[in-house]
């Protein structure tokens, strides 16, 4: 692998969405939400993905011009339709419009219906917290996991993000309704390396941790066995019903092509403004407790820290600027020949 320095990945994507003919600002934030994923070791929803969304571009799977457009408004909620424009903007743009209601009203909603993959759902974590805000958000997706007890894919894996704020860095949890999403996959395979637990099945139905198997068996596992197959389902349900978009069931009758991930996707971005409740001081000593409990536990056989949702993802992204992004130099020349 080589190391990439920051704005040099975030420039190459951002001549690649030029290019394609996006206006320099929303190039430049689209090109550095592409880059920040990967500067905190989400290889698979930052610069890997860059090929694919230049290709959803192409087949107009993404309207590169489209922006999300008010479609009502009950005061601390509001309802968007994102058009099919590009997911990460899309995202941006709702976070921070509920990161601004809280701010006036204590806590903001939005629900957007019809947008496209939203790549790292982590980075909208991390916005409201950088506000100053709690937040919650999740997307449905298309069929990628079947639910506990099947074979066949009926299921969204929906990624979930919860965030709290803190001065000495967020909590941030980005999660998956399956243990591990198709990018850690993808990841794990480009790097010859197996998964730490059991990840899915195989083709004949046994537990692996192998990502090729999984890869091809699609048979991904559900985060907690049945509670994150039952999680998942109230998941895409509840994003569905709040916005006045679709559920998986019909995202996958809407899919342009078998391959496509994220097409016409409902999504929901929830920010808690925490002063308005309590103090300044108070939040920040509740964290802080937290976070000092935590890192006195007596760590287990074979782990030498315990550390809280993002802890390791400030020392990356710490470490990723210093020494440079580590790229797969496949990917990176795809990039540059884009």
Request: hydrophobic fraction near 35%; charge should be negative; glycine fraction near 10%.
């Amino acid at each position: 692998m080589t190391r990439i320095p920051f704005e040099v990945m975030k420039n190459e994507i951002q001549r690649i969405l030029l290019s394609k003919g996006f206006d320099e600002e929303r190039a430049e934030e689209c090109a550095k939400l592409f880059s920040e994923a990967s500067l905190d070791g989400v290889y698979s929803h930052g610069l890997n993905r860059v090929p694919r969304f230049v290709n959803y571009i192409d087949n107009g799977w993404v309207d590169i011009h489209a922006k999300p457009t008010l479609v009502s408004s009950l005061g601390i909620l509001e309802q968007y339709d994102g058009n099919l424009g590009p997911g990460n903007l899309n995202a941006k743009y709702s976070m921070d419009r509920a990161i601004s209601l809280a701010h006036e009203n204590g806590v903001g909603i939005v629900t957007v219906k019809n947008s496209s993959h939203w790549m790292r759902g982590g980075s909208y974590g991390w916005q409201a917290a950088n506000a100053g805000c709690i937040g919650l958000c999740w997307t449905n997706t298309e069929s990628c996991m079947p639910p506990w007890g099947a074979k066949d894919r009926k299921v969204g894996n929906n990624p979930m993000i919860l965030a709290v704020p803190r001065p000495n860095g967020p909590i941030v949890l980005d999660m998956a309704m399956s243990q591990f999403s198709y990018g850690k996959l993808e990841v794990t395979r480009l790097n010859n390396e197996i998964l730490p637990v059991d990840g899915g099945f195989d083709s004949e139905g046994n537990l692996t941790r192998v990502p090729e198997k999984i890869e091809k068996s699609m048979r991904i596992l559900p985060a907690g066995y049945w509670k994150g197959s039952g999680l998942a389902i109230m998941l895409d349900l509840i994003a569905a019903l709040l916005s006045g978009g679709l559920s998986t069931s019909k995202l996958d009758a809407i899919k342009p092509a078998p391959h496509v991930s994220g097409y016409g996707v409902s999504q929901v971005f929830i920010a808690f403004n925490p002063i308005k409740l309590s103090s300044e001081s108070f939040l920040n000593e509740t964290v802080n407790e937290l976070v000092s409990y935590l890192h006195e536990s007596e760590t287990a056989e074979g782990y030498s820290t315990v550390s809280y949702p993002g802890e390791r993802t400030l020392q990356t992204r710490k470490d990723n600027f210093e020494k440079g992004i580590p790229v797969d130099d496949d990917i990176w020349n795809i990039v540059l020949s884009l």
